[in-house]
């Protein structure tokens, strides 16, 4: 699966912004998706993942209650909904594709689109 993600751009803290990931071809439906960021100097963390059926989600301590993950099968697309943004959420995220459905296992993610920037200033 190829994976396209959109949506980055400069907010200013408390605002909000919605990303999208739309996956190439027609085995959607089978995937757990997920977002993962990588902020400047430090690692990429995972974000939220999202159960192929879109039933099951998770998401790290540091975004739980801001942010949403949901999913439309028929525009094969992923969305996070990021509220109450803050500075330390400055950082590349990523969209990412896993077929074992374990969406909340960081390291199950083997499909992974181009970043897009969020930066939150404050």
């Known amino acids: 699966v190829q994976l396209q993600a959109s949506g980055g751009g400069l907010v200013q803290a408390g605002g909000s912004l919605t990303l999208s990931c739309t996956a190439s071809g027609r085995t959607f439906g089978t995937y757990a998706m997920g977002w993962f960021r990588q902020a400047p100097g430090q690692e990429r963390e995972f974000v939220t993942g999202i159960s192929w059926n879109g039933r099951s989600t998770y998401y790290a301590d540091s975004v739980k209650g801001r942010f949403t993950i949901s999913r439309d099968s028929s525009k094969n697309t992923v969305y996070l909904q990021m509220n109450s943004l803050k500075p330390e959420d400055t950082a590349i995220y990523f969209c990412?594709?896993?077929?074992?459905?374990?969406?909340?296992?960081?390291?199950?993610?083997?499909?992974w689109g181009q970043g897009t920037l969020v930066t939150v200033s404050s």
């Open positions: 990412a594709a896993t077929i074992t459905n374990r969406a909340g296992v960081s390291s199950d993610y083997h499909s």
